[in-house]
């Protein structure tokens, strides 16, 4: 039943998720909001991933009257879409507040299940995340007829979010305020792989955001560009499955391979951005881009820091944060021609990055 309702609240999630990422910069840019616009309103929701675990370091603990106030400011705001959307900064105070509430959902209940499904059944639970993101992708991309059917499908698989994730809490015997190591939590330990990961997450930017479109300026349509989305998820839930015999390999190779495939996908699209082939074949990458290097990512961060929570959460703010709040405001001010040529620059900075000799002896050790 654990393993039913975890995957059940995967799949909402980040079903959600996909109608905010797939199709709400469409609906902005169909309601008159321009590329920069775009880039502000997108970035609000990854700073506040960024700034919100700085709050845990003494002024807050991570409990669940916290999580479960998280959960109801998360409908909030997604009601107060429908009444914020026409005004710009009505909008983005609305995707800050939202940004901070998703913040602490996502980490709070993936602590609890690595540590009771195992990495095994982790994954199996997780791709179902991956499962609802491609549904979404698919249903939405045939019946977004008018800006607010993407809210009606997103404040719906939030709801349901919310209730599976209120199910979960009859499992949480996890102490999520325990004691670690009395050394201090450090990011200049390790500057290299925290640099890497914002890299990588900063040339995303362009993705998330964009990728919608630029393929649609390019001259292909809503619906195909729907099924690239769903595509390059299909591949990602098929890796996730099979995963676990790579990840007992060396980890910051894989990461380092993911990341030079990734430089390679973004090439790709900036070369071809009307070559519906080509465009397919670099949405296959995100089964390496995203499924595996995340993976990876998380499993090499458990190997650096006595913190492993704290370390996590920290991940998710410096990547999904801060490195996804400057990629908004990037590709916002980037649009055009070259975006996927600045992307592609980026992973190669995360790749020389993540290449440091400190890091591969810690790897050996």
Same mark, same amino acid.
């Given at each position: 039943m =654990?393993?039913?309702?975890?995957?059940?609240?995967?799949?909402?999630?980040?079903?959600?998720?996909?109608?905010?990422?797939?199709?709400?910069?469409?609906?902005?840019?169909?309601?008159?909001?321009?590329?920069?616009?775009?880039?502000?309103?997108?970035?609000?929701?990854?700073? %506040?991933?960024?700034?919100?675990p700085?709050?845990?370091?003494?002024?807050?603990?991570?409990?669940?009257?916290?999580?479960?106030?998280?959960?109801?400011?998360?409908?909030?705001?997604?009601?107060?879409?429908?009444i914020?959307?026409n005004?710009?900064?009505?909008?983005?105070?609305?995707?800050?507040?939202?940004?901070?509430?998703?913040?602490?959902?996502?980490?709070?209940?993936?602590?609890?299940?690595?540590?009771? =499904?195992?990495?095994?059944?982790?994954?199996?639970?997780?791709?179902?995340?991956?499962?609802?993101?491609?549904?979404?992708?698919? %249903?939405?991309?045939q019946?977004?007829?008018?800006?607010?059917?993407?809210?009606?499908?997103? =404040?719906?698989?939030?709801?349901?979010?919310?209730?599976?994730?209120?199910?979960?809490?009859?499992?949480?015997?996890?102490?999520?305020?325990?004691?670690?190591s009395?050394?201090?939590?450090?990011?200049?330990?390790?500057w290299?792989? !925290?640099?890497?990961?914002?890299?990588?997450?900063?040339?995303?930017?362009?993705?998330?955001?964009?990728?919608?479109?630029?393929?649609?300026?390019?001259?292909?349509?809503?619906? %195909?560009?729907?099924?690239?989305?769903s595509f390059?998820?299909?591949?990602?839930?098929?890796?996730?499955?099979?995963?676990?015999?790579?990840?007992?390999?060396?980890?910051?190779?894989i990461?380092?391979?993911?990341?030079?495939?990734?430089?390679?996908? !973004?090439?790709?699209?900036?070369?071809?951005?009307?070559?519906?082939?080509?465009a397919?074949?670099?949405?296959?990458?995100?089964?390496?881009?995203?499924?595996?290097?995340?993976s990876?990512?998380?499993?090499?961060?458990?190997?650096?820091?006595?913190?492993?929570?704290?370390? &996590?959460?920290f991940?998710? @703010?410096?990547?999904?944060?801060?490195?996804?709040?400057? @990629?908004?405001?990037?590709?916002?001010?980037?649009?055009?021609?070259?975006?996927?040529?600045?992307?592609?620059?980026?992973?190669?900075?995360?790749f020389?990055?993540?290449?440091?000799?400190?890091?591969?002896?810690? &790897?050996?050790?």
């Amino acid at each position: 039943m =654990l393993f039913f309702k975890l995957s059940a609240f995967y799949f909402f999630y980040f079903a959600a998720v996909g109608v905010y990422v797939i199709f709400l910069p469409k609906v902005l840019h169909d309601l008159g909001y321009n590329a920069l616009e775009i880039g502000f309103v997108f970035a609000l929701a990854p700073l %506040m991933r960024f700034l919100t675990p700085f709050l845990f370091l003494k002024q807050i603990k991570l409990n669940q009257t916290v999580f479960k106030t998280a959960l109801i400011l998360s409908v909030v705001c997604s009601i107060s879409f429908y009444i914020t959307i026409n005004n710009f900064y009505a909008f983005m105070i609305n995707n800050a507040i939202l940004g901070a509430s998703l913040s602490l959902i996502l980490p709070y209940l993936e602590v609890t299940a690595i540590k009771i =499904l195992g990495k095994d059944k982790y994954g199996k639970s997780r791709l179902f995340g991956s499962i609802g993101f491609t549904i979404i992708s698919l %249903m939405l991309g045939q019946f977004l007829t008018h800006p607010y059917v993407a809210l009606h499908y997103y =404040l719906t698989v939030n709801v349901l979010t919310v209730l599976f994730a209120f199910l979960l809490l009859r499992y949480d015997d996890v102490k999520h305020d325990e004691s670690v190591s009395d050394e201090p939590f450090s990011f200049f330990k390790y500057w290299p792989f !925290w640099i890497s990961i914002f890299f990588m997450q900063l040339s995303f930017g362009g993705f998330y955001n964009f990728f919608t479109i630029y393929e649609t300026d390019n001259g292909i349509s809503l619906e %195909m560009t729907s099924y690239m989305w769903s595509f390059g998820v299909i591949c990602e839930i098929v890796l996730f499955y099979y995963q676990a015999p790579l990840l007992k390999r060396n980890l910051l190779n894989i990461i380092k391979f993911c990341l030079a495939i990734t430089v390679l996908r !973004w090439f790709l699209l900036y070369a071809y951005p009307d070559n519906v082939t080509l465009a397919f074949l670099t949405q296959s990458i995100h089964a390496f881009s995203f499924g595996l290097y995340h993976s990876a990512t998380i499993m090499f961060l458990y190997t650096l820091y006595a913190n492993k929570k704290l370390a &996590q959460q920290f991940m998710y @703010g410096v990547a999904y944060g801060l490195g996804g709040f400057m @990629g908004a405001l990037l590709a916002g001010w980037l649009y055009g021609e070259y975006l996927f040529l600045y992307c592609a620059i980026f992973t190669l900075l995360a790749f020389i990055f993540i290449s440091n000799k400190k890091l591969a002896l810690q &790897q050996g050790n």
